[in-house]
């Protein structure tokens, strides 16, 4: 007890928001996201004694949890961000849902009234974190300052550890008021457990090399996982090492460079030809740090129906969840690539190109037959296409030796689906994208906290004219901050992935997707952002280096082809082979 006693003794009296922001600090915080309001007060109150922590005031609390989102996927640290009670914790929700679907690592502070009126619904009392249950990794309700400390130091812990994800911490108003002894080292959590890890002599192991050996058709899926375990260099050094081709997920952009010959590109839904194809006809997967997701499968039953499948993956409940795999391989994907790597050299496993060199030709093939009919490479007819946008944005950093500083923060939608297929991504945390929940409103926001996290590199923020408008109003927290961001907003009049599912599957029969917009440069004039408007493809490179070489955040309105479809598109139901293609005589590649 004396020691415990006497830690307390002469540790400093601190009131519970005090004691919040000692905690943050300690936990390396530099960067708060958040909305004011009665329930938090407090804690706004308490600031101001924390120089270290910068705090960014947005328009919307919605905002509040993209930024923080952002801020995470650019640096791959732990975002926070902050709401009061009621209304502005609801607010928190969506950004919150779309950090769990992705794994991102987040800690979302909310104000909560006072305990003893807790269930009496007083102002702006709502049961946030019954709300939050699903869409949160794990969620607390602090009711006394005493818990302060060791709440949110294990909330950064559970936001980190293991399959990252958001974790939300509601402190009442009273333990936010109350006083006591604080000690951040006393504070600390259990130390992380995680799941027991593959031994190397295990029998999982020694299957998945069996396959290996076997396999002369195999192909890598690079999911998310692989930037979340830093396992990037690992898994260029397997797949150099076995000569397999890499297909790379949404959320996988990045993880694996786009110009290595193995590179295949992003499959799914809208991803390429070739690359599906070669999934459908592989004898072997081998999936890394991804979860079968349904955009990247198509229709299950016909899902690579003649692969053996090996399932890398930190986090067990996604083993067999979609898919069911021949061997499942549960750990962190760096480590299990460590031990796995030089078990395979021992047991004479396939490690030359001989190995897989008819398959790759084979694939190569399919590649080349697309690229010569690639949309991006036909004569101007006098039409901006949203594909020539994103890939002269792509062309000009990489002509002026700024790819490997450029991060792209894309909205969802149809560009989303073009940045994949037209922006080669060649290094990790350089695309900032909504995947599993599709935030329409995401790209500013999150440009927002991605820029505040790598404040060197240049930022594009890349958008719809549909999910634009639903975050505008953070051009004013650009502002108020001083940033530089690119500001893409691709303009057809259309929800545009609406209108073409419209196009296809309802008849054309284009109801409530047509959208009026407003003059988004004299928008952001209104906002002391300058701007200007392109129609002609000649325009754009001049206009990208202008936005991008200047001192200060720029808006570009593209006003782009207004019926133009992403392509391949796998309809409903359908197998990851049966591809709907660009009508003739324009067939889709990003190959160029």
Request: aromatic share 6%.
């Amino acid at each position: 007890m004396s020691d415990t006693a006497n830690t307390a003794h002469h540790a400093p009296t601190l009131t519970g928001s005090e004691i919040l922001w000692a905690t943050l600090a300690g936990e390396g915080v530099t960067t708060v996201f958040g909305y004011p309001g009665g329930a938090i007060l407090p804690i706004y109150d308490a600031l101001r004694n924390f120089p270290t922590i910068h705090h960014v005031l947005v328009r919307h609390e919605q905002s509040a949890a993209h930024m923080a989102d952002g801020y995470a996927r650019a640096s791959g640290k732990v975002g926070v961000c902050m709401a009061t009670s009621g209304p502005g914790a609801t607010n928190l929700v969506t950004g919150l849902a779309t950090a769990m679907l992705d794994s991102i690592p987040m800690v979302a502070i909310t104000g909560q009234v006072a305990s003893k009126v807790l269930g009496t619904d007083a102002f702006q009392e709502v049961d946030i974190t019954g709300i939050t249950l699903p869409i949160t990794k794990h969620n607390f309700v602090v009711t006394k300052a005493e818990d302060i400390a060791a709440v949110v130091r294990e909330a950064f812990q559970i936001a980190r550890s293991g399959r990252p994800g958001p974790v939300l911490v509601d402190i009442t108003k009273d333990a936010q008021q109350a006083a006591c002894a604080f000690d951040f080292d006393l504070s600390k959590p259990r130390a992380y457990r995680p799941h027991p890890m593959l031994k190397a002599d295990s029998e999982e192991m020694q299957q998945a090399i069996e396959l290996m050996r076997a396999s002369s058709r195999p192909v890598i899926l690079a999911g998310h996982g692989i930037i979340h375990s830093e396992a990037e260099a690992e898994v260029l050094a397997f797949a150099e090492r076995h000569k397999i081709p890499v297909a790379t997920t949404l959320l996988g952009l990045g993880a694996f460079p786009a110009s290595h010959p193995l590179a295949l590109g992003m499959m799914g839904m809208h991803g390429e030809s070739w690359v599906n194809n070669a999934i459908q006809n592989a004898d072997l997967l081998l999936a890394f740090g991804m979860r079968f997701d349904d955009r990247v499968t198509g229709n299950l039953a016909h899902y690579a129906p003649n692969a053996k499948k090996i399932h890398i993956e930190i986090d067990p409940s996604e083993i067999n969840k979609n898919v069911r795999v021949d061997v499942a391989l549960i750990g962190d994907l760096k480590q299990v690539l460590q031990t796995m790597a030089p078990l395979i050299d021992a047991t004479g496993a396939p490690t030359t190109q001989d190995a897989t060199k008819q398959w790759r030709e084979e694939i190569r093939a399919m590649k080349g037959d697309a690229s010569v009919r690639d949309i991006i490479n036909l004569p101007d007819n006098g039409h901006l296409y949203a594909a020539h946008v994103i890939n002269d944005i792509w062309q000009e950093a990489k002509a002026a030796g700024r790819l490997s500083n450029t991060i792209i923060a894309t909205d969802v939608g149809q560009h989303q689906m073009w940045e994949a297929q037209y922006f080669k991504h060649e290094d990790t945390r350089s695309l900032v994208t909504s995947g599993g929940l599709g935030t329409m409103g995401f790209a500013l926001p999150a440009a927002i906290g991605a820029k505040i996290a790598c404040p060197e590199k240049d930022v594009w923020m890349i958008a719809g004219d549909g999910g634009f408008q639903m975050t505008a109003a953070e051009l004013s927290t650009i502002q108020q901050e001083g940033l530089h961001i690119n500001i893409a907003v691709i303009n057809n009049g259309f929800l545009g992935m609406v209108r073409q599912w419209q196009e296809a599957f309802y008849d054309k029969n284009y109801s409530c997707s047509p959208i009026l917009s407003p003059d988004f440069v004299k928008l952001a004039d209104a906002h002391g952002i300058p701007g200007a408007h392109v129609t002609e493809r000649k325009d754009v490179v001049p206009t990208v280096t202008k936005a991008r070489t200047g001192s200060s955040s720029f808006l570009i309105n593209f006003s782009v082809e207004k019926e133009d479809g992403v392509y391949p598109m796998i309809a409903p139901g359908a197998a990851l082979h049966e591809m709907v293609r660009r009508p003739n005589p324009l067939i889709e590649t990003s190959e160029d």
